[in-house]
Nanobody, 117 residues
Framework: QVQLVESGGGLVQPGGSLRLSCAAS????????MAWYRQAPGKQRDLVAR???????YYVDSVKGRFTISRDNAENTVYLQMNSLKPEDTAVYFC???????????WGQGTQVTVSS
């Protein structure tokens, strides 16, 4: 059974930092691309960053230079280090993996990030 459990969200002032974690289980973590998405109120869920099995990364333009995605295959965990946070980064952040067997994509429950003074 695939499980993705996010943690690390919270309230932070503009310019601050947060580190999100996503603990994964139920599949071969090291062999799969992992991704972080976010969804602001009233908006669609959008890709933020992803990291492939070889450690190659991709970031959307709005977070380049501020966010860093990384993975620990020994701990089956993917991280999102977020620096220089802006109010527009406020959203629920979701961990994602897929497609896995039977073409299924999986999501965590999400963690709220609020950037406000």
């Amino acid at each position: 059974q695939v499980q993705l459990v996010e943690s690390g969200g919270g309230l932070v002032q503009p310019g601050g930092s947060l580190r999100l974690s996503c603990a994964a289980s139920g599949f071969t973590f090291s062999a799969n691309t992992m991704a972080w998405y976010r969804q602001a109120p009233g908006k669609q869920r959008d890709l933020v960053a992803r990291i492939n099995s070889g450690g190659g990364t991709y970031y959307v333009d709005s977070v380049k230079g501020r966010f860093t995605i990384s993975r620990d295959n020994a701990e089956n965990t993917v991280y999102l280090q977020m620096n220089s946070l802006k109010p527009e980064d406020t959203a629920v952040y979701f961990c994602n993996v897929g497609p896995l067997e039977y073409d299924r994509t999986y999501w965590g429950q999400g963690t709220q990030v609020t950037v406000s003074s």
